[in-house]
């Protein structure tokens, strides 16, 4: 069985093509759940690898590797989609058709397609089957939802062990490895708010129903409650996103309605029930104070993500063997992004991972995060990444 420092050596040669396939998929970004032309790139690359299975709803690819020896299956999976972002990186091979792989979805393509030659190269000596996801709808189109729903988790016959993915940051430095058990990654949805007025003249308010007033206190309040019926130490996180009412144009018109959305983070599946029954409560009493009427409606989330303790250690073992000690990070607070591989450890145990890809000659406590129309990821983190899946899978089949 090859070790993590022997797949990262055998990686390293793959890492002229890793790059032209991430420059590819990085200049065709496709959003949300229909990706046929990212799917066609990929299929190109992991032709003659193993069993290839397509969804039939959106544009996912199954790669089944199976090893010359029975044993169990690991999952590991790669997102696809990319943002409605329009990029200002300057790169030669910038995106130009309005989207961006500004997430670094693009580059965990590029690692799982090592990782499937890595594995698939050293098949004989696999002690079971790996499964590779390449999955659409990750930024908040719930894909990995839908692939557990048409049966990707049974391809090779068993339900996997164990499940991996990985994320590439801006913000760590180049090539160090960080995780975590528990909670890593929280739940996040949406959270949309309209108060029901009736409108009329600025100049005469006590007429009409003004929407503005109570919403504006409805966002105020929601700030006191959160820190007046939440465990701070298990944080709930709401933030006002947007805010609509009346015409820019006119000054003295009270409009009918006011709205608001907000994004919501919660790190618990308790806090997640106990601010939907809170929440609402709230802005209905204000409302009904003014004399209007609300409707609050909260978008479908994404799970918290639950890392396993024990594919935590596997992570902890092979990451130190590729970066030593010092390059791996042992994590102490959850981050606040929402991941839908969350729906996959709800099902699966396992563990999810971030690898710093911040450009050497950028500070990455300064660079552009991921999502900015100007982050900028380094390709060198692409052989190391592809050692990091293949190796996790190796340790758990070899």
Known sequence: MPSPVELLQEASKYK?????????????????????????????SIHGLGEIHLGKDLNSIGLVIR????????????????????????????????FMHACGHDLHMAAAIGAAHLLATHK???SGNVVIWFQPGEEGHHGADVMI????????????????????????????IACKAGPLMASAGDLHVTFHGSGGHGSMPWLSKDPVTPMIEAISALQSMLNKRFDQFDPVILNVGWIRAGDDATTNVIADTASFGATVRTFSAENTARLHELAPKLIHSIAEGFGLTATVEFGRATKVLMNDSAAVSRVEKVSKALVGEQGYIPLEVPMAGGEDFASIVHEVPGAFVFVGACPPEINFDTAPTNHSAKAMFDDSVLPLCASILAGLAFDHLG
């Open 16 to 44: 002229d093509t890793l790059t032209e396939i991430r420059r590819d998929l990085h200049q065709i970004p496709e959003f949300a759940l229909r990706l046929p032309k990212t799917q066609e790139r990929i299929l190109q």
């Open 67 to 98: 090893g010359g020896k029975p044993g169990p299956t690991v999952l590991l999976r790669a997102d696809m989609d990319a943002l409605s972002v329009k990029e200002e990186t300057g790169l030669d091979y910038a995106s130009t058709n309005g």
């Open 124 to 126: 004989a000596e696999l």
């Open 149 to 176: 729903e048409e049966g990707f988790l049974e391809l090779t016959g068993d339900r996997p062990i164990a499940a991996y993915g990985l994320h590439v940051f801006t913000a760590m430095p180049l090539g160090a």
